[in-house]
């Protein structure tokens, strides 16, 4: 059964950083880009940051670029997103996802999706 669990969310001053975690289960972890989504009310799934199979690309949303870091451990098989200098803008859902082979910024062609955590981030 697949399974990706987030954790790590909370409520954060502006300025201040959070790290998410997510596990991956059920599914050969090292043959999945991985990806960091977020939603915020009222607004749509969009794109944060994704990490390719084996860890070596990274690409980040202009929004956070220079604030969020991904990294991935392939044993075992986490995927997590350092955030720094948080803004109330960045107060949304996060959730990780799958997408077998290779990354993209679209949230349709994910494979797997994790329940998500709250963020938030208070000015």
């Known amino acids: 059964q697949v399974q990706l669990a987030e954790s790590g969310g909370g409520l954060v001053q502006a300025g201040g950083s959070l790290r998410l975690s997510c596990a991956a289960s059920g599914f050969t972890f090292s043959n999945y880009a991985m990806g960091w989504f977020r939603q915020a009310p009222g607004k749509e799934r969009e794109f944060v940051a994704y990490?390719?199979?084996?860890?070596?690309?990274?690409y980040y949303a202009g929004s956070v670029k220079g604030r969020f870091i991904i990294s991935r451990d392939n044993v075992p098989n986490t995927v997590n997103l350092q955030m720094n200098s948080l803004k109330p803008e960045d107060t949304a859902v996060y959730y990780c996802?799958?997408?077998?082979?290779?990354?993209?910024?679209?949230?349709?062609?994910?494979?797997?999706w994790g329940q998500g955590t709250q963020v938030t981030v208070s000015s």
């Open positions: 996802a799958a997408r077998k082979v290779v990354a993209t910024t679209t949230p349709a062609l994910y494979d797997y």
């Open positions: 990490i390719s199979r084996s860890g070596g690309s990274t």
